[in-house]
């Protein structure tokens, strides 16, 4: 449980969408979004983040705990991770992250995921080819 109020604050994307910024972690954003921001979603896609989050990582991983963090407050969730590359092949991931959701979008839409766990897609980066 936090001992401090959130502080959000006016943000912008780099594509210059308007945001909100919240000092804290990435499960204290959803808190924020779920409750004070008034989003009520279909779904919580958390990240990309940059590295795997497999094995133990997955424990310490913001980006699962994001993710885990909106299913305990009834919104299913996806964590969605990049493998460790020079450079990290982001365009992949996102590709890979929207394929997932062309795919389930009718059950994400019918309620049909649930809470009951997350969804952890980890991206692998090759940069020496597919």
Do not use: Y
């Amino acid at each position: 449980m936090r001992n401090r109020a959130l502080v959000v604050t006016d943000a912008e994307t780099l594509s210059g969408h308007p945001a909100k910024a919240v000092d804290g972690f990435p499960a204290d954003t959803v808190v924020w979004a779920l409750g004070e921001g008034g989003i009520e979603p279909d779904l919580v896609i958390s990240g990309i983040n940059d590295g795997q989050n497999i094995g133990p990582l997955v424990d310490i991983s913001g980006t699962v705990g994001a993710a885990r963090q909106a299913a305990q407050m009834g919104v299913p969730a996806v964590a969605t991770s990049q493998g460790l590359g020079d450079p990290a092949d982001f365009p992949s991931g996102v590709e890979a992250t929207m394929a997932w959701l062309d795919q389930h979008l009718d059950a994400v839409v019918a309620g049909e995921l649930g809470t009951e766990g997350i969804i952890s897609i980890n991206i692998p980066t090759c940069t020496a080819g597919a």
